[in-house]
């Protein structure tokens, strides 16, 4: 089986159990409304806000100091969505979630999280990108990159890179996942580009 596994179907998650599948992004549309709040707030300069917070099951997050307008409760819709949908694949009892509002590219250099499978939805700017097992050698990872950038450090076999857009949702296995010490999901923060900011959510599961 690959270790990119990209789908339009939801029925499809589960596939990132499998033991060499390191990242599964699932092509989406943005919910109604979500662009167009987003694009309005980023034009007045409003969009400076992140948040962050811990949900239980059935349980909707609240953000309040946003703006109100019908893209906001399509905001607050939708990470409930996604944390249910994540809890209930992860059987966790708890998701914590954090929207991050950046200017700026998070984290620029291919890494591997030391988490256990983080979800990443990117609703505005560009999405996060990848590269799979057989573009990359892990020795270059880091430290063994001696500080030189990506492109040229040897990480990258080839300059084949993927990458999801706005609305997809991306499952990322982390190095922490039980069995999977010597692998985790290849991927880096995206130069946000000539129209800032991106707004992107992040999940992580709490047991």
Same mark, same amino acid.
């Given at each position: 089986?690959?270790?990119?596994?990209?789908?339009?179907?939801?029925?499809?998650?589960?596939?990132?159990?499998?033991?060499?599948?390191?990242?599964?992004?699932?092509?989406?549309?943005?919910?109604?409304?979500?662009? #167009?709040?987003?694009?309005?707030? !980023? +034009?007045?300069?409003?969009? =400076?806000?992140?948040? %962050? /917070?811990?949900?239980?099951?059935?349980?909707?997050?609240v953000l309040a100091a946003?703006?109100?307008?019908?893209?906001?409760?399509?905001?607050?819709?939708?990470?409930?969505?996604?944390?249910?949908?994540?809890?209930?694949?992860?059987?966790?009892?708890?998701?914590?979630?954090?929207?991050?509002?950046?200017?700026?590219?998070?984290?620029?250099?291919?890494?591997?999280?030391?988490?256990?499978?983080?979800?990443?939805?990117?609703?505005?700017?560009? #999405?996060?990108?990848?590269?799979? !097992? +057989?573009?990359?050698?892990? =020795?270059?990872?880091? %430290? /063994?990159?001696?500080?030189?950038?990506?492109?040229?450090?040897?990480?990258?076999?080839?300059?084949?890179?993927?990458?999801?857009?706005?609305?997809?949702?991306?499952?990322?296995?982390?190095?922490?996942?039980?069995?999977?010490?010597?692998?985790?999901?290849?991927?880096?923060?995206?130069?946000?580009?000539?129209?800032p900011p991106r707004v992107?959510?992040?999940?992580?599961?709490?047991?």
């Open positions: 089986m690959r270790d990119i596994v990209i789908t339009p179907h939801l029925a499809d998650w589960p596939q990132i159990f499998q033991p060499q599948v390191q990242l599964l992004c699932w092509q989406r549309p943005l919910p109604a409304g979500v662009a #167009g709040y987003l694009d309005s707030l !980023a +034009a007045s300069g409003s969009l =400076r806000l992140g948040y %962050r /917070g811990v949900l239980s099951a059935g349980e909707a997050p946003w703006p109100a307008g019908a893209g906001r409760q399509a905001l607050q819709d939708d990470i409930a969505l996604l944390a249910d949908m994540y809890a209930t694949l992860l059987g966790c009892a708890q998701v914590g979630w954090r929207v991050e509002v950046l200017d700026g590219s998070m984290c620029p250099r291919f890494h591997v999280d030391r988490t256990g499978i983080r979800l990443v939805c990117t609703w505005r700017g560009p #999405g996060t990108e990848w590269l799979a !097992a +057989a573009a990359a050698d892990r =020795r270059f990872l880091g %430290r /063994g990159s001696g500080g030189l950038p990506d492109e040229t450090s040897g990480l990258m076999r080839t300059a084949k890179v993927g990458r999801s857009v706005a609305g997809d949702v991306v499952l990322l296995k982390g190095s922490q996942w039980q069995g999977n010490g010597d692998g985790g999901a290849i991927h880096r923060s995206p130069a946000v580009g000539g129209q992107m959510l992040v999940l992580d599961a709490m047991y």
